[in-house]
T-cell receptor, first 118, second 113 residues
Framework: GAVVSQHPSWVICKSGTSVKIECRSL??????MFWYRQFPKQSLMLMAT?????????EQGVEKDKFLINHASLTLSTLTVTSAHPEDSSFYIC??????????????FGPGTRLTVL | KQEVTQIPAALSVPEGENLVLNCSFT??????LQWFRQDPGKGLTSLLL?????REQTSGRLNASLDKSSGRSTLYIAASQPGDSATYLC????????????FGTGTLLAVQP
């Protein structure tokens, strides 16, 4: 089946620094990738939809200047948390849609990245 | 507003019991519904996907049903095992151009040996 990887799996950073998280589709080309955030004991909330070669679409309440998304190729999307603060500490999960398999709206999820901002 | 709710929020059962997890959604015009499993600190594992035209899907000891008209889905787990302990999430995708998955609140399941 389709595999999506994320790197790093966990990261600790100081407040005010920027952190980049990568999401890769390993065996398929993903025209669309999604970024979710999950706070402790809460469900996943969609942050933004990333389309290859175009600007990301952000959900209401998500600051696009703080969470920079770049979908530079059909297998890679990156999420950069700029000037991170402790309240940004969360579990970030990406997913990718394989347009050739699993139905037109099936998403494959990465293993997640745990971000802790000190 | 499109919302997905799961009850119960947490459930503890002894090993071997059959159990049902519930999911309800406010807007019945869904494209499909998916059930996921999430282990602590991990990503999501897709369990079952039900298209809007389907009534149920089965995989091993899992059976998911869908009633669009009432905005409900259930996940039935037969003969539960300690390894089934995890958080179970349901998520819906609506029709149209969007591919957004709207997740439910989750049910934390603990199966006691």
């Amino acid at each position: 089946g389709a595999v999506v990887s994320q790197h790093p799996s966990w990261v600790i950073c100081k407040s005010g620094t920027s952190v980049k998280i990568e999401c890769r589709s390993l065996d398929f080309q993903a025209t669309t990738m999604f970024w979710y955030r999950q706070f402790p004991k809460q469900s996943l909330m969609l942050m933004a939809t990333s389309n290859e070669g175009s600007k990301a679409t952000y959900e209401q309440g998500v600051e696009k200047d703080k969470f920079l998304i770049n979908h530079a190729s059909l297998t890679l999307s990156t999420l950069t948390v700029t000037s991170a603060h402790p309240e940004d500490s969360s579990f970030y999960i990406c997913s990718a849609r394989d347009p050739l398999a699993g139905g037109p709206r099936t998403q494959y999820f990465g293993p997640g990245t745990r971000l802790t901002v000190l | 507003k499109q919302e997905v709710t799961q009850i119960p929020a947490a459930l503890s059962v002894p090993e071997g019991e059959n159990l049902v997890l519930n999911c309800s959604f406010t807007d019945s015009a869904i494209y499909n519904l998916q059930w996921f499993r999430q282990d602590p600190g991990k990503g999501l594992t897709s369990l079952l996907l039900i298209q809007s035209s389907q009534r149920e899907q089965t995989s091993g000891r899992l059976n998911a049903s869908l009633d669009k008209s009432s905005g409900r889905s259930t996940l039935y787990i037969a003969a539960s095992q300690p390894g089934d302990s995890a958080t179970y999430l349901c998520a819906v995708i609506y029709g149209g151009a969007t591919n957004k998955l709207i997740f439910g609140t989750g049910t934390l399941l603990a199966v006691q040996p």
